[in-house]
């Protein structure tokens, strides 16, 4: 459909797609990521798409209806679409 087609003109690679797109200052944000790390990516700048919090894990921001968490990953989406991980949550 077309927001798929929206997540991929804008640089988020397949395995990176999760429920939400949006697009702040320039970066897209996919997924449940954390406040925090969208702050620290406007303050830092990269050179970069954006963030991205692949499916949607339990206990990531708008996934916290239970006392469990799971362990994810913020991944900071490269230009030529490679991955690395921007902040690491623990679950418990």
């Not at 927001?3 to 990176?16: A, E, Y």
């Not at 692949?54 to 708008?62: A, F, I, Q, R, T």
Request: glycine share 10%.
């Amino acid at each position: 459909g077309l927001l798929v087609r929206f997540k991929l003109d804008n640089g988020v690679p397949q395995r990176m797609v999760s429920c939400h797109t949006g697009l702040v200052e320039g970066y897209v944000i996919e997924g449940h990521v954390p406040a925090e790390d969208i702050r620290r990516l406007l303050s830092e700048r990269p050179d970069a798409v954006g963030l991205a919090v692949p499916d949607m894990p339990l206990g990531s921001p708008g996934m916290d209806q239970s006392r469990w968490r799971e362990a994810y990953d913020v991944f900071l989406i490269n230009n030529d679409g490679s991955t690395e991980v921007f902040s690491s949550y623990p679950g418990d």
